[in-house]
């Protein structure tokens, strides 16, 4: 018998173009971006501007890139950063604002992922020659290791507006905006207003194979520019990735819907197992805290049965659901985890 086939729940990140997305790449009428002159990719970033309520967009080729400009043209070196302790800025970035910025992340610790206003007025400290001071606020909405949670328009504006009454930028990672605009139903505009710079990814639920979107005023995209060119991310004639992006803004959105309910189903079947914790889902990302065994262990065991999954750390699984699985593969993947773990 053929071994099962793989349900591939390590991220949204691996789904694969679509066929739409294919032909629109071919097609694409392409330039020189670094020239500014591909016009797929000025359609792009001017439909992503027009979508979050910003002026301008900074096509960039990852969400790292994207989170990293961010934090370069938003601060000097010395400065600190504000951050959920378990953010991609300070998480998954392998120390890249200390290493291409010159600053330091301060950490505080929110439940779901998600500082609020509170959080953001008792991390101010007072001005003191001996210390240094916060440059930038990052929000991460979803909030990825937290489990994919979802800050509403109103806490997005009060925690905007506290930094912003401090004097402190605010730069919204929201690789997975789109996924917390579609549990909430509402518009992607209303959870980055009064943000800095935000940014977007494509290349995870959207399924293009890249891309991220920076987003902010004209002036600030003009200095992003500038940074990405340095980073070494000006890229010539990539109309031919921001084709498949601009499919994916188009057409994709509205469906992860479907990887959201799927998720719901995988956490459910979690949340019975003895030993798991896992809150329920409200968008694409579960994460299973496992009580007493070794997440590498467990997770070596699932991928013997064709079920993937990625380690956080020693006692932390993560699930995605996306485009690439549909509803019988998670249900078969719940089947899996019941038999593994009740
Ligand atoms: C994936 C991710 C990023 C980085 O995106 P890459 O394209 O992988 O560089 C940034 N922030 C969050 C919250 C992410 O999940």
Redesign the pocket.
Known sequence: MPPPALVDLRSD?VTRPTPAMRRAMAEAEVGDDVYGEDPTVVRLQDQVAARLGFEAALWVP????A?EIAIRILTRPGQEVLAEERS?VVQFELAGMAVLSGVMPRIARAEDGHLTADDIRAARRPASYMRSDLGLVVL?NTH?FAGGTVADGALMRAAIAAAHDTGVPVHV?G??LWNAAVALGAPLASLVAGADPAMV?L??GLCAPAG?VLVSSRARIDEARRVRKQFGGGMRQVGILAAAGLVGVETMVDRLAEDHVNAALLAQALAGCPGVQVRPARTNIVVAELAQRSAPDLAAELAGRGVLVSVMDARTLRLVTHHDVNGEDCARAAGVLLEVLA
């Open positions: 990140t990852t969400g790292v890139m989170n991609h991460e990825n990672d690789a997975r990814t290349s995870k991220s």
